[in-house]
C-alpha cells in the first residue's frame, strides 16, 4: 500500500512518560510516529523502513507491527495527510501528491524497521 525509507530528523520529548515523537523525512513526503520507548527505540539521523499495509503477515516482518485505524483523511494546501492510530499513538504522513485510497475506521497495519 505505502512504503517509505526515511531519515529520522528530530526526536520529540512528549509530556507523557516514556512516550516521543519521531519526525522525518522520506523524499517529499512527512512522516510523524509517536512511539514508546518500551516498543522501539529510535534516534535522530536513524533510517528507517516505514510500510503501512492491509495484510498482518507483511507487518510482522517488520521489528515493529502495530494495528491501526484511519482517524482521519484530509487535504491541506493541495497535499494529501493521512492520520492513523495505533493504540493512541499517532503516525500522521504529510505531503501525498495523490489522494490516499484508505477510508477513516479503515483497520490497518503500520510496521517500522530500523536500517542497518
Request: with cysteine; glycine share 6%.
Amino acid at each position: 500500500m505505502y512504503s517509505f525509507e526515511c531519515t529520522v530528523s528530530r526526536i520529540e520529548k512528549l509530556r507523557i512518560p516514556s512516550v516521543y515523537r519521531v519526525h522525518s523525512v522520506c523524499g517529499d513526503v512527512e512522516l510523524t510516529i509517536e512511539m514508546h520507548r518500551e516498543l522501539m527505540s529510535i534516534n535522530e539521523n536513524d533510517k528507517i523502513k516505514v510500510d503501512i499495509v492491509l495484510e498482518k503477515e507483511k507487518c510482522l516482518q517488520h521489528e515493529f507491527c502495530g494495528r491501526g485505524h484511519v482517524v482521519s483523511t484530509s487535504l491541506i494546501e493541495d497535499k494529501y495527510r493521512v492520520v492513523i492510530s495505533i493504540g493512541g499513538l499517532l503516525v500522521v504522513v504529510k505531503k501525498l501528491s495523490e489522494e490516499p485510497r484508505l477510508e477513516p475506521v479503515q483497520e490497518l497495519f503500520v510496521g517500522l524497521t530500523i536500517l542497518k
